[in-house]
């Protein structure tokens, strides 16, 4: 008679075997923590703040085309020498951060083997006062060599804004790998800064008038660089749910009970 007692227990074995399975990690879910398109509302996430809102930049209009939907009608740019902070605090609690947007190279950029000197120019990216990203570049003007860190190009040597006399590039950041960061503070601070020998933000054309008539009066700026599509998101690294373990530990209990019943708990002839 053992035999079919113990296939009797063979379903209370899977419905144990289901439930310790339920034991693996549940998967984690990104949640806004700011995410800023310039042309709408800021969204933050219930309970952060602010602290400081991008700064040392103005608002642009972008020309629009279907090759880069995340860079259209407005976009933040950067025409000074100094950073853009974004600083926001009291953040949910994380274990790590995604940070995406689209990156405007704008006006006329020299990589690092631009046969004018002086050059080139670069970009960087700080998160919490660390350098993330270096020596970012591209050839807008000058040069060959081109650093996205393993961002998309959406747009190279296509004119991307009006306010800048060469060609620019745009580039989506989101795939690049070094903008997810491991981060479990409560604060976070965002830092984008152009910089390099030849890097010259706020010089415009023509100089004094004597150039030839620019499209945007009364200049243009002779290089710089934008953002759009902002969004950085929050998660928690997974970890295991109670739910499933309650449900594995009552199958365990049942199937205890049950083999007392039928006698697999204790001594057999």
Request: net charge negative; aromatic share 8%.
């Amino acid at each position: 008679m053992r035999f079919p007692i113990a296939r009797a227990c063979l379903p209370l074995a899977g419905l144990l075997s289901a439930s310790l399975a339920l034991l693996s990690i549940q998967p984690s879910r990104a949640t806004v923590l700011y995410r800023n398109n310039f042309d709408t509302p800021d969204v933050l996430a219930t309970g952060a703040v602010l602290t400081t809102p991008l700064s040392n930049g103005i608002i642009q209009s972008a020309i629009n085309n279907l090759l880069w939907p995340s860079w259209k009608d407005k976009y933040f740019a950067n025409q000074t020498f100094q950073s853009t902070v974004l600083e926001l605090s009291n953040l949910p609690a994380h274990s790590q951060l995604d940070i995406e947007f689209t990156l405007g190279f704008l006006g006329s950029w020299d990589s690092t083997n631009c046969y004018v000197p002086p050059s080139p120019d670069y970009l960087k990216i700080i998160v919490d006062n660390s350098p993330i990203l270096m020596g970012l570049t591209t050839n807008n003007a000058c040069g060959t060599v081109q650093n996205y860190a393993g961002g998309t190009v959406l747009g190279h040597n296509v004119f991307a804004s009006t306010n800048y006399i060469f060609s620019d590039t745009v580039v989506d950041m989101a795939t690049a790998t070094a903008l997810s960061i491991l981060h479990s503070g409560s604060t976070l601070k965002l830092e984008i800064q152009g910089y390099g020998a030849s890097y010259s933000p706020n010089v415009t054309w023509p100089p004094g008038g004597s150039g030839p008539a620019q499209p945007v009066p009364p200049a243009v700026w002779d290089e710089g660089w934008g953002i759009d599509s902002l969004s950085i998101t929050y998660q928690m690294h997974d970890v295991p749910g109670p739910l499933p373990v309650l449900g594995a530990v009552s199958a365990f209990a049942a199937s205890r009970r049950i083999r007392r019943r039928l006698g697999l708990g204790g001594r057999q002839d």
